[in-house]
Every structure is written in C-alpha cells, then in structure tokens.
C-alpha cells in the first residue's frame, strides 16, 4: 500500500517519477494557477507545451510532459481544475480530490508521486491525498500470472500545511477503502459469506487490530431465532453467516452500532433477476464491506469511540428449499413479517441485525446498504440516500458524507406510507407497492431499531426508538461506467470515508 507524506519543500526540487500540478480554464485555454512554485523556465515551457497540445484544463483533463527545465521530476502532469482565474484557487475540497485521483488514474509505472496542487488548509491537503490515493487503486486480477505490483508507492502533498496526524489518517482510510474495494470485486466463487467472514477474521489477525470477532453459523442463527437472515440463505449451498465486530477503546466517548448488508450474490431467489441484472450482484455486499473497513480503520486510528459492527451475510439462491412470495418469518425479537418479494431479501437480513444491535442500547445506529433500485431512480448513481428517525442524524450524516467526497441526500420517511407495509397475515409486511420504494425500505427497518434501555413513552405516545440512520447506497457502491475523478471501474468502497468521519465526530 502507499505511503503518504507531507513537504514544504519547492516541489520543482523533490526527486519523483510524476510532478502533478494544476491548471484552470480561462476562455477555454488551461493556464497555470500562480503560486505554483516552478522556475520561470518550467512554466515558459509548460505554457508552451499547453498552447501547442490544445489543453482546456476542464476539470479533470490530465495533460503530461516530460523533460520539463527546472523540474527534478521525471514527468510533470497538469490536471484541469475547471474555470477559473489564475489568481483564485480553486478551494473545493472535492474539486482537488478529483482532479488528484484523475491524475492518479494516468500513472502506469511512476511510483513516486508529488501533488502541487492548491492546498491552503488541512481538508484540502486530506483531499489531495486521498483522491491520489484511491485514483490509484487497481483490481487485484485473478490471473495464472504474477499479479502486478501497485503502480504508486509514495504519495507526497507539497504544502505549507503542518499535520502529523493527517498522513497516517490518509494512509488508514485509503486502505481500507481499498480493502472494502477488493472484497466487492472478488467473484462470488470465491466470496460467499463464510470466506467473508474468514477474509474478516484473517484482516484483524494481519493487522494486529484491537478487534473481537465472533461468526454465528446457521445452527447459531436459528438458536437466536434470526429467521430473516435464515430465510434468504436457507436455498444456498453456502449457508449464511453473521459477523459481529466490536472495538472497545478504554474511556469510550460514545457506542456506535454499525449494519452493513452483505447478500455475496443475489439471484433474486424465486422471484428470480433477470439475466442481465444478475452480474453486478457480487456488489450486493458492499455494505458488509464498507462497515468491516470503517471497524478496521477506527480501531487502527485508535478512535476513542466504540464500535460494533454487524456484517449479515447470505447467499440469495434458489432450489426446493428456497423461502417463497407469502411465507412468514419470525425475526429476532418476535416480530413476524410476511415476504412479499424474494428479490427484496436485504431488508431481510437487515432486520435480524438491527434487532440485534439494538439489544446492545448504543447511542446510534447506522445501517448501509445497496438496498433499493428506487435508490437509483430518485438519486442517480452517484448520490446515497440518508433516511432516519431522527432529523438531526440525518442531517449530520449527508453533510459529512458529501464533506468526505461520498455525496449523500436527506430523505424523509413518510409517515402516511407506513400503511403500504399493512398485512392480514403478519405483523408487517417487508415491502409496499411500486411507490416510494426507497422509502418504504426505509419504513420497514425503522421497525426493528428498539428502544433506549430505561426509556419510557409518554402516555399516548410510541416508545422512543435508538437514534438510526440508514444509507442506502445501490448506485453508488458500483461504478459500470468509465472511471472519473478517484473513482475507478467496479467497486468504490463508497461508505467507507463517510462512516470513518461520522465516528470520528462521536469523539
């Protein structure tokens, strides 16, 4: 994995194999921003190199050159940062992150890279180097030859910005971001949910992560009386499996309950996908995936929060045994809901978890998940959902999502839609009609998050339920198109960076 560093040095000076610097558009002509730092003869030459290429500097072009004067680096990369002046940086913390992950995408074989781009502050030096970072991961490929070494070894921030701490904060997020990418892009062959939880277990033994954790197999599920999470597994040869994480630091400032689904693939079960909507389903664990790097991270940044991660993993199959349209299931806690839709099955598994956590009483709980195609239609493929029970975490929840490069939009959970979940036969039903589907979800979870230990209702009021939020993040877990910004082809680890800052505000 990279190394990360920070350097007030004149970057023209540092030894590298890739110089990354900026450039705004001015009537459509890339000109450098002032105060870049370069000897007059590199910046004669890279304006010169710009004019004749035909470079706008639109946001995230990357234009490259070699044997610049002046320039100790092998090759100088000039990456758009959009219009502007060259007198006015641009101070968008995620203008930087995508325009450094863009840069980081072109490298091949330059493994040392230095990273001039406007950086006044702390957020906007974190931003540069995590978009480097993650612009240069790859997919591990699965190939009977030898595997490539990384293309980026070291990634050094030239700034005036003194911190410490920041270079190592990078380095924790950026490979557990990358980790949560390699468990989504690995083949559901390989990752089904007991592999998931041995790649858990293996990850905090090689890390030597302050982390406990206990896998409950089929015979555990069914002792305590996790019926949803069984009812999906139960037609897979692979059966289901829930992992608990729990990081305990002494002198805890508050208790995090983190719910990541983790289907390792979904056909659909009965209620079966269509071809071509099956070969993404190896992401429908991407939440799974996301808690277990957040877990790792706060325990490797020793966060002075406790956190419990729960990882609901289940195989979505079919065969004779396959859970069917109008069965009931009893969940944890007793509530019995009738299935409506087999290919609905992540709220399932999630419920189970959420009843579970909720027996712990922590001070809030988040739920992540690539829940719902109605996700998609409502937000597109780059923004989550945030929906909660209470206003003030849903709020907080997408302003640090979108402050840490993972956009997030507030959703409500209406209270007239809670009728739509309305059944005869059981004590809910886990899915509504085709209308405000991402929100009936929603609903449908609320449901299982309990009530604070002691907590009493007011005389003809409900019981107060734990602070929850849930994210769902069906589009922007997958990336099927071309790679922009720091964000590559196939999985993005959305989730991770987010939910790393969420804990770090509890502290």
Known sequence: MPTVALSSSDPATLSADALVIGAVSVDGTATLLRGHGLPRSAASHLKSALETTGATAKAEEVSSFVAVPGVKAKRVLVVGLGTGTPSTAPTDPEVLRRAAGAAARTLKKE??????????????????????????????????????????????????????????????????????????????????????????????????????VEVMDEKALAKGGFGGILAVGQASARQPRLVTMTYKPRGAKASIALVGKGITFDSGGLCIKPAASMLTMKCDMAGAAAVAATVLAAAQLKVPVAVTGYLCLAENMLNGNAYRPSDVVTMRGGTTVEVLNTDAEGRMVMADALALASESNPDAIIDIATLTGAQMIALGNRVAAVMANDDALRETIAAIGTGAGEPMWPMPLPEDLRAALDTPNADIAHKGDQWGGMLTAGIFLSEFVGTPKGAKAEPGMPA????????????????????????????????????????????
């Open 111 to 212: 493994a040392k890279v230095v990273l001039a781009l406007p950086t006044a502050s702390a957020e906007g030096v974190s931003a540069v180097a995590e978009g480097a970072y993650a612009g240069g991961y790859d997919v591990r490929r699965l190939t009977s030859k030898d595997a490539p070494a990384p293309r980026i070894d070291t990634i050094t921030v030239a700034t005036g910005v003194d911190d410490g701490a920041l270079a190592g904060r990078v380095e924790v997020l950026g490979a557990a971001r990358a980790w949560c990418q390699d468990l989504v892009n690995t083949p559901p062959n390989l990752l089904y949910p007991q592999s998931f939880a041995d790649a858990v277990t293996d990850k905090v033994r090689e890390t030597k992560a302050r982390i406990t």
């Open 464 to 507: 107060p339920r734990i602070p929850w939020a849930h994210v769902d993040i069906a589009g922007p877990a997958w990336n099927d198109k071309a790679p922009w910004g720091h964000t590559p082809k196939g999985a993005t680890g959305f989730g991770v960076a987010a939910l790393l800052s969420v804990l770090e505000t509890y502290a």
